[in-house]
C-alpha cells in the first residue's frame, strides 16, 4: 500500500479516536471502511482493482461532510489516493 494512502488512514483512524461527537454507528461504520480499504488494497496487490472501494469512500464523504467536515476532508485525501493508485 502506498505510503501516503497508510498516513491517510492513520489519520482517519486517529481523527475516530479524538472525535467524541460522533455516534458509535458512524463511529463504527469508518472503522469498518477503513479495515476494508486495508484489506482489499492487500489483496489486490497485483491483481485486479475493486472500484468499490472508490463508491464506498465516495459514499462515506457525502454523508459526514456537512457535521464531520475534518473527516470528510481526511476521506477525500483517501479518495484521491485511490485515484491515482488506478482505483
Known amino acids: 500500500m502506498p505510503e501516503n494512502l497508510q498516513q491517510h488512514l492513520q ?3 486517529d481523527q475516530l479516536a479524538q472525535n467524541p461527537s460522533m455516534s458509535d ?5 469508518l472503522s469498518a471502511l477503513a479495515q ?5 488494497l ?8 475493486d472500484e468499490s472501494l472508490v463508491d464506498g469512500v465516495n459514499l462515506a464523504v ?3 461532510e456537512v ?9 477525500r485525501n483517501i479518495l484521491q489516493s485511490l ?3 488506478g482505483i
Open 11 to 13: 489519520q482517519l483512524r
Open 25 to 29: 454507528e458512524e463511529r463504527a461504520q
Open 36 to 40: 476494508d480499504l486495508e484489506l482489499q
Open 42 to 49: 492487500a489483496r489486490e496487490a497485483g491483481g485486479v482493482p
Open 62 to 64: 457525502e454523508r459526514f
Open 67 to 75: 457535521e464531520h467536515p475534518t473527516l470528510a476532508a481526511t476521506l
Open 83 to 85: 485515484v491515482s493508485m
